[in-house]
């Protein structure tokens, strides 16, 4: 579903997301939700502040939320039971995206292979250094 903001080209950050996404949220633990939020604010206002992002599509990807504008490649949000201090930051493994995000950011993030940033779930979000993170995401397809 496209997301509609001020600016019919980009999402508002204050917009619920769409029923079924929303559901995805539920599923989840109160601490990962809260952070999902977080990150899901983050991403649209990152979309919203990016040149060149165009429209924002929210939806689920394999159950979890996932963010994609044609101008980039798409944002997921991870978390597993088995890992429950976890939260990643997922994108399409055939990209350069987590080799970039290593090089610049190795000491501050923990990576998962080509495919996952890494966030403790009971630490503060650096959002800047996310924001960077996700605004190279958004334009991948424009490098």
Same mark, same amino acid.
């Given at each position: 579903? &496209?997301?509609? #903001?001020?600016?019919?080209?980009?999402?508002?950050?204050?917009?619920?997301p769409p029923q079924k996404v929303r559901k995805a949220f539920d599923a989840v633990p109160d601490r990962v939700r809260h952070k999902w939020y977080a990150l899901r604010a983050l991403i649209l206002q990152t979309a919203e502040a990016t &040149?060149?992002? #165009?429209?924002l599509t929210e939806t689920l990807k394999w159950g979890e939320p996932s963010y994609a504008a044609a101008s980039g490649t798409p944002v997921r949000l991870g978390w597993k039971p088995a890992e429950p201090d976890t939260i990643k930051l997922l994108v399409h493994c055939q990209t350069s995206l987590v080799d970039d995000w290593r090089e610049r950011y190795g000491e501050m993030f923990r990576f998962e292979g080509t495919r996952a940033?890494?966030?403790?779930?009971?630490?503060?979000?650096?959002?800047?250094?996310?924001?960077?993170?996700?605004?190279?995401?958004?334009?991948?397809k424009r490098r």
């Open positions: 579903m &496209p997301l509609t #903001g001020t600016r019919p080209d980009k999402p508002a950050a204050s917009e619920q &040149p060149g992002v #165009g429209p940033l890494l966030l403790d779930v009971n630490a503060p979000l650096p959002d800047a250094q996310l924001s960077h993170c996700i605004a190279m995401a958004l334009t991948y």
